[in-house]
């Protein structure tokens, strides 16, 4: 949470000697405030005042970088509705130093076919874990130089002998992969490990109170890239645990779990780690490491966290401009919808299904569905009207045959009279389109 000026000012050496190029203490407190300077900029600021203020203006949860673009934490609310979640939890899929040469091949090739297109948007899986359960150093790192060398994804190394760390991170230090695990037995060597080649790490221990003291111990090393791991390995208990690692680090603004966590799912059966790992992603993890890697199993994964991790303030859109499903020719018939993604790509799956090329005219309705667009006056007749000669329609088909969706029969008669087209009262429901068509 920002600091006021007032709370800034009160930590401040208040000399009023201009020297940071504001006239008084009070006025470079709100700059400084408002974000327009920098703490730099006075030479008489304490240490204690500096750790302080640099403590107090941190987020309550650090964003914590590593591997492919993948960032975890960052986060700001308990809840989605209240402002929006930001960095969608990431998911990694584990692979055992145990697998042969060519397990791990067939693993690797199976995580990169992860790649999946929904409501417009483009998803693959965010990164590989690779788990020490060899007991050898050698055969960690060794897998651990396999793995790298056939993703780009980012990568967990993943051991607590902190000798299978020291053997396996050198190689891969330059794809900044996060490590752990950081446990009360050997903290001190893999912290300084993460320090030593810049890395992030996991902390890991059992029950809440002992994970805020490691913390504690392992930021006095001097490194702070932290990604937490309650340790238990139970759904209830790690709900419980990742619900109160968000609500001590949010509400009470703990610093000890000011960093995101990261979860491990116990289920072995595909469906029900699944289902684990969905509570999960709803609460609260930033990254979750899982068994199962077929697309059938992942995909609903996937959704969830997409639905999740959309702003609620700005619903997912498509341009909207003429969209062709199919070979069109002039005989095509011609679908108005919204630009809502949801709204219009269950329209042109329903339409690919109905095996008629056909064109959709999608509503910029500011991404809102049919009825709530219509309510809110976004699907007006004027509007479709204009719309739809502006987009150049009529000159590619032979008819002039309009299809609405049926929740707003009611404006097929002004639309009819603005525009000159012959207006057609599609089915309410998207799903109603392939039985419409062949009614037609
Ligand atoms: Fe105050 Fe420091 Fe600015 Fe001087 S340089 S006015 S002490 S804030």
């Known amino acids: 949470m920002a600091l006021t000026g007032l709370e800034i000012y009160k930590q401040l050496p208040k000399k009023n000697c201009g020297e940071c190029g504001t006239p008084t203490c009070l006025a470079f407190a709100m700059a400084l405030a408002s974000g327009k300077g920098s703490l730099d900029a006075c030479p008489y600021v304490t240490n204690e005042a500096r750790e302080a203020l640099d403590s107090a203006s941190a987020p309550p949860i650090k964003a914590i970088k590593f591997g492919n673009g993948s960032i975890l934490g960052d986060e700001t609310v308990l809840f989605r509705h209240d402002k929006t979640f ?33 409501v417009g948007l483009h998803y693959t899986i965010d990164g590989v874990a ?46 900044k992969p996060l490590i752990g695990s950081a446990t009360e037995a050997n903290y001190e060597a893999v912290v300084n490990l993460a320090k030593e080649h810049n890395v ?25 890239e932290f990604v937490l791991d309650p340790g238990t390995r139970t759904p209830s208990q790690t709900l419980a645990n990742l619900t109160h690692c968000r609500r001590l680090a949010i509400k009470k603004k703990f610093r000890p779990f000011g960093y995101p966590v990261i979860a491990f799912t116990s289920k072995t059966e595909p469906l029900a780690e699944i289902t684990e790992a969905s509570v999960y992603v709803a609460k609260y993890a930033s990254a979750i490491v899982l068994k199962a890697s077929a697309k059938a199993h992942i995909l609903p994964l996937m959704a969830l966290r997409q639905n999740l991790y959309t702003d609620p303030q700005k619903p997912i859109q498509v341009e909207p401009i003429l969209h062709t499903v199919g070979e069109v020719n002039e005989n095509s018939p011609i679908y108005i ?52 000669a502006k987009s150049g329609v009529g000159d590619k088909v032979n008819h002039r045959n309009l299809i609405i969706p049926g929740y707003v029969a009611v404006i097929s008669g002004k639309l009819q009279e603005i525009s000159g087209w012959k207006v057609i009262v599609g089915p309410r429901e998207s799903s109603g389109i392939v039985s419409f068509t062949r009614a037609m």
């Open 337 to 388: 919808t919204t630009n809502f993604s949801l709204t219009y790509y269950s329209v042109e799956g329903e339409v690919e299904a109905s095996k008629i090329p056909s064109y959709i005219l999608p509503i910029d309705t500011d991404g809102t569905s049919v009825l709530t667009a219509y309510a809110a006056g976004k699907f007006e007749p004027e509007k479709i009207a204009d719309i739809l």
């Open 86 to 118: 930001y960095h969608p939890t990431t998911l990694l899929i584990e692979i055992a130093d145990t697998l042969s040469d060519e397990e791990v091949q067939a693993k690797l090739q199976e995580i990169e076919g992860l790649e999946f297109d929904r």
């Open 130 to 175: 690779v788990v020490e359960a060899s007991g050898s150093p050698e055969q960690f790192a060794k897998v651990v130089a396999q793995v790298a060398a056939g993703t780009e994804r980012s990568l967990l190394l993943l051991s607590d002998n902190a000798d299978a760390l020291k053997a396996a991170l050198p190689g891969v230090a330059s794809r």
């Open 200 to 224: 992030p790490v996991i902390i890991k221990a059992e029950g809440l109170d002992a994970l805020a003291a490691l913390v504690e111990n392992a930021q006095k090393l001097g490194h702070k």
